[in-house]
């Protein structure tokens, strides 16, 4: 058995030097370990630190010096328009759902809960196959993810509600401290 070519490094917003090209949805653009192929047959071994979030034109950086390119491939969405988009976009992002944010549309990953909700609110959906790129965090980079709302009460007795779901954030309550 042949040993696979091996990446440990992504290298970021490579133009030059590529040698191959790799095709991976939105989903598939977050690993840390994993046998992938090019769009040429090559198979290859993905075997990061830690998990990692991999932007289209990102290259993986194989240990024989071989750059193969990082390309959003085409997947299903949803497509949403209406007109009162920013409505829909504070929803959708109150539900920490990823969404690439457009002038005229929003694009979102289908989930039927969402669809449901952004139907009632009035919008327009329509699924389309084409490659997805979300927002990055609250910085511009990566993924987002669940946040907490940890609060400190000012004495040092500090709550920690941390969570990742679909949620208000209607949490009044009140303590008594001694």
Known sequence: ???????????????????????LTYE?????????TTEAGLS???????????????????????????TA?????????GDDLLRFAWHIGNR?????VETARLLISRDHVIEAMLVQLGA?????????????GA?????TFGHDHGHDHGDGHIHDQGHNHTHDHSNSHSHDHD
């Open 1 to 23: 058995m042949t040993a696979l070519p091996l990446c440990q490094f992504i290298r970021p917003r490579e133009g030059h030097g590529l040698t191959d090209r790799c095709h």
């Open 28 to 36: 598939d653009r977050f690993l840390r370990r994993k046998v992938l």
């Open 44 to 70: 290859f071994l993905v075997d990061l630190e830690g998990a990692t979030h991999l932007n289209d034109g990102d290259a993986f950086a194989l240990d024989d010096g071989r750059l193969i390119s990082i």
């Open 73 to 81: 491939a085409p997947e299903d969405l949803m497509q949403v328009t």
């Open 96 to 100: 920490h759902t990823p969404c690439q």
């Open 124 to 136: 327009e959906l329509t699924i389309v196959n084409e490659p997805f790129l979300p927002e990055g």
């Open 139 to 143: 910085y511009g980079l990566g993924r």
